[in-house]
């Protein structure tokens, strides 16, 4: 048994791309940017930018009580979490997603993103779709020897089926970048970038964001300058205007997260962005108990195994309007997450890669950026629901929450996030910084959302 972390990031410069989504044919970006330089070292524990692998290579997707004898955890596939989530009854009424489209971003991507995903669907019994890969930037040939590509591709293939289980009848648009974003803004000016350019030519009713970079790390944090982060906000600020969601990884590390050196963690509590941004629904992370079937044995708990959901009062931003509702929790900041799906490595989601010739098969991975392509989903189905884009839904999440709405199902058991020696929140009756508003009844949430907006 092996533990990996997986990564993702950002890059950009002058490319052209086939493009999907209403006929859009060509991308490009002005002003070019390199790849980074080969050996740049990528931080694969870093919370809010890592997925989490525990179990390699296998043949083929193996039964849960075959998991639990091998591995002592539980491993899912995505017919399990369909009864999980209620969203069966969902594809009944024909809502898969159809004629909406999920932009994911990650560095790199992966040169069989194509081919894995059909080799999931197969397994499962689900139609495949075709994925629409944009390179912004002169993205480098991959290198199944280097160990950051790899990650990226790790990523990816999580990222791409995560989002596939959930809204089958969507469009997919994969965004791959030249430079790996780690701490601090290293790629995230080509990611936002490239958001943006996808927005402004109308591609995409929702942005899935596996990454993030610690607050403290971005230049003037310690002297008060947050404006390194507010000068990246312009692609969200385009997304609230064209009415496109945004989705962020709440993080791996709990209540902390990664110092500059990507190695070490801080000692206190600390949030990361893009995340901890208002214009963005921070997705945490719980942990499932379920049976074959998909039916759960236990309510869902916080996500706390090999990472934890991170979570807790962003250092930058005040509470926004959304969150007054809750202001005995968060404060006066910003809280994160928002809400909540699985992402604990012990119940983690089987994903097939075939990247590296040398490790092709079926792996289980976790992490809360398993938890934000899963949510994308649940959005693409709404919007399908509502017949346009929902665009910002943290108002409704948090309107929902107050009105005791079904679709919004608790988590309390009790348990903290707390990782690296930080205490981190519990999960209590209503909102708390361990899982936010809690995890969702997708029937019953998507319908809501869409009468929402």
């Not at 931080?43 to 809010?48: G, V």
């Not at 591709?153 to 469009?171: I, N, Q, R, Y």
């Not at 997919?172 to 790996?180: C, H, R, Y």
Request: net charge neutral.
């Amino acid at each position: 048994m092996h533990i990996a972390r997986t990564g993702r990031g950002l890059a950009a410069s002058a490319a052209t791309a086939a493009l999907v989504a209403a006929g859009v044919a060509t991308l490009s970006s002005a002003g070019a940017t390199t790849a980074a330089p080969a050996g740049v070292p990528h931080t694969f524990a870093q919370p809010a930018i890592a997925g989490q692998t525990l179990v390699h290579d296998v043949a083929s997707p193996l039964p849960i009580a075959q998991c639990q004898a091998k591995w002592h955890i539980n491993c899912y596939n995505p017919l399990q979490y369909r009864t999980a989530y209620n969203l069966n009854p969902l594809y009944k009424k024909g809502i898969t997603g159809k004629g909406r489209t999920i932009v994911i971003v990650d560095s790199f991507g992966s040169p069989t993103v194509q081919h894995d995903l059909d080799v999931y669907s197969k397994q499962f019994g689900l139609p495949s779709t075709k994925v629409q890969v944009v390179k912004w930037g002169h993205v480098p040939k991959f290198d199944p020897k280097n160990s950051d590509m790899t990650g990226w591709a790790g990523e990816t293939s999580l990222d791409v089926e995560m989002a596939h289980a959930v809204a089958p009848g969507a469009k997919i648009v994969l965004v791959e970048t030249a430079v790996s974003e780690t701490e601090g803004t290293t790629g995230l000016p080509e990611m936002m970038s490239a958001e943006k350019y996808l927005i402004d030519h109308g591609v995409g009713d929702v942005i899935s964001q596996s990454f993030g970079a610690t607050e403290n790390t971005f230049p003037g944090f310690d002297k008060g300058d947050f404006s390194s982060i507010k000068k990246l906000r312009y692609a969200f600020e385009a997304a609230q205007r064209k009415h496109v969601t945004v989705l962020g990884s709440s993080g791996d590390g709990g209540a902390t997260d990664m110092k500059a050196d990507g190695k070490t963690y801080y000692t206190k509590r600390v949030n990361s962005w893009p995340s901890s941004d208002p214009l963005v629904t921070s997705i945490g992370g719980t942990q499932l108990h379920l049976n074959d079937k998909g039916e759960r044995t236990k309510p869902d708990s916080v996500y706390n195994d090999y990472g934890a959901g991170g979570g807790g009062q962003s250092h930058v931003f005040t509470r926004p309007a959304f969150q007054d509702g809750v202001k005995n929790v968060v404060g006066t900041r910003r809280g994160t997450p928002d809400i909540s799906m699985a992402a604990a490595v012990n119940g983690g989601a089987w994903v097939y890669s075939s990247y590296d010739p040398t490790a092709t098969g079926w792996d289980v991975s976790g992490g809360t950026s398993e938890a934000s392509p899963l949510f994308s989903g649940i959005v693409a189905l709404a919007d399908q629901a509502a017949g346009h884009r929902l665009g910002d839904i943290n108002p409704a999440l948090y309107t929902l929450l107050k009105q005791k709405n079904p679709g919004i199902v608790d988590v309390n058991d009790g348990t903290d996030n707390s990782y690296e020696g930080v205490k981190g929140y519990k999960a209590v009756n209503g909102y708390d910084m361990a899982t936010g508003v809690g995890t969702l009844d997708a029937l019953r949430l998507v319908q809501a959302l869409a009468k929402q907006h």
